[in-house]
């Protein structure tokens, strides 16, 4: 099974609409970071989370809100969808005992906001 | 962060090793060298680190050159699951790059049969 998982993996959504992306790990890690994905703009970090009480903005997080249900879990929102939220979206974890730019990746959702 | 060079596309065939290089001629003495892949539409995924000494594990060599300023990535022998893009990174692992990932165009390294 993998170690970190994302649902949904591809999502259609409408305009205005508020949906949500789960992140799950089985890692045991304690940092978790959601990021999108965009052609020719690279990796861009949304928010990050070092536990369970601690959540950080990233560089582009408007539009975006977090929740880290448990240590193993760490949701995405967009809380009104638009269409230049359109991406794939990557949730990552890293090992407080590690380097915390060894991260690991989930597989990605890919999101398409009409 | 200091500013890395690497070539758009390679080319390796299938069984050989895959030397990907990387220049990174400003970078200080605290900034580690990260290789990242990422196969199409997949999650990136680590392959090693470095800050002066050459490392291995069980994916890669990393050769770092003695004065730092560029860096070799080995795949000792490359298949064609290989064939993916190649980052390479360098920052200070803390500070202001904290947890921040920033990958650049990277290397498409392409292993024909």
């Known amino acids: 099974d993998a170690d970190v998982t994302q649902t949904p993996r591809n999502r259609i959504t409408k305009t205005g609409k508020r949906i949500m992306l789960e992140c799950s790990q089985t890692?045991?890690?304690?940092?978790m970071y959601w990021y999108r994905q965009d052609p020719g703009l690279g990796l861009r970090l949304i928010y990050y989370s070092f536990d369970v009480k601690d959540i950080n903005k990233g560089e582009i997080s408007d539009g975006y809100s977090v929740s880290r249900q448990a240590q193993a879990k760490f949701s995405l929102s967009l809380e009104s969808a638009i269409p230049n939220q359109t991406a794939l979206y990557f949730c990552a974890t890293s090992d407080p005992q590690g380097a915390l730019e060894t991260q690991y990746f989930g597989p990605g959702t890919r999101l398409l906001v009409l | 962060d200091a500013k890395t060079t690497q070539p758009t596309s390679m080319d390796c065939a299938e069984g050989r090793a895959a030397n990907l290089p990387c220049n990174h001629s400003t970078i200080s003495g605290n900034e580690y060298v990260y290789w990242y892949r990422q196969i199409h539409s997949q999650g990136p995924q680590y392959i090693i680190h470095?800050?002066?000494n050459n490392e291995t594990n069980e994916m890669a060599s990393l050769i770092i050159t003695e004065d730092r300023k560029s860096s070799t990535l080995i795949l000792p022998h490359a298949t064609l699951r290989d064939t993916a893009v190649y980052y390479c990174?360098?920052?200070?692992?803390?500070?202001?790059?904290?947890?921040?990932?920033?990958f650049g165009q990277g290397t498409i390294l392409t292993v024909h049969p």
């Open positions: 890692k045991g890690h304690d940092r």
């Open positions: 990174i360098v920052l200070f692992a803390g500070g202001t790059s904290y947890g921040k990932l920033t």
């Open positions: 470095g800050l002066k």
